[in-house]
């Protein structure tokens, strides 16, 4: 079975390494008989969205080059909880376990209390994500109602006067189009 082993310490610390965790996730690989291990590390903040190991495992993990993702603690893989689910629905997209030995975290489908923790963390994440659409929706109405225009700007707009006054010139829409460089639509619809 091929295994990826991610590890992170955070920037800050320079004393910091990734070596106690790789050195106990490497055990438990040999405990478990796992022989066909790739590690990957970063040095950098969770909060990060990009990142340079991380980013090389998951594409790995695409072309279905592991069957399991061993990580020391959740906080070491995911900057949230919507970040983990993230990852967790792409695992189980790519038929990758991921297993968490010092947490008791396990999403082997042979393991149906690790399918438990995966269901209840995707519940929260569900959860989450629902309130924060509702949040953003809360402000989009709370600033349509102060008379806000939201969106983009519309191009169209700068270009009133002049598409007006073409056209009660009797200028066709294609003239109008090239001189505001605007779509054909956007012009007959001004």
């Not at 990734?18 to 008989?33: H, I, P, W």
Request: aromatic share 6%.
């Amino acid at each position: 079975m091929r295994v990826a082993i991610y590890a992170r310490v955070s920037v800050d610390k320079s004393t910091q390494t990734t070596d106690q965790q790789v050195s106990e996730l490497e055990k438990y690989c040999e405990l478990r008989g796992w022989t066909d291990v790739d590690v990957f590390t970063d040095r950098i903040s969770g909060g990060k969205s990009q990142r340079v190991e991380l980013d090389k495992m998951l594409k790995a993990l695409r072309k279905h080059r592991y069957k399991v993702v061993l990580c020391q603690r959740i906080d070491r893989l995911a900057r949230s909880l919507s970040h983990f689910a993230l990852l967790l629905e792409e695992f189980k997209l790519h038929g990758v376990s991921f297993v968490v030995p010092s947490q008791g975290i396990s999403t082997e489908t042979s393991n149906p209390a690790g399918q438990l923790t995966m269901n209840i963390l995707m519940c929260l994440s569900e959860f989450e994500r629902t309130l924060a659409s509702q949040r953003v929706k809360s402000k989009l109405d709370w600033l349509k109602s102060q008379g806000k225009s939201l969106g983009r700007p519309k191009k169209v707009e700068a270009h009133l006067p002049l598409i007006r006054s073409m056209r009660q010139k009797g200028k066709k829409l294609k003239e109008i189009a090239e001189a505001t460089k605007l779509s054909i639509a956007s012009v007959s619809l001004a």
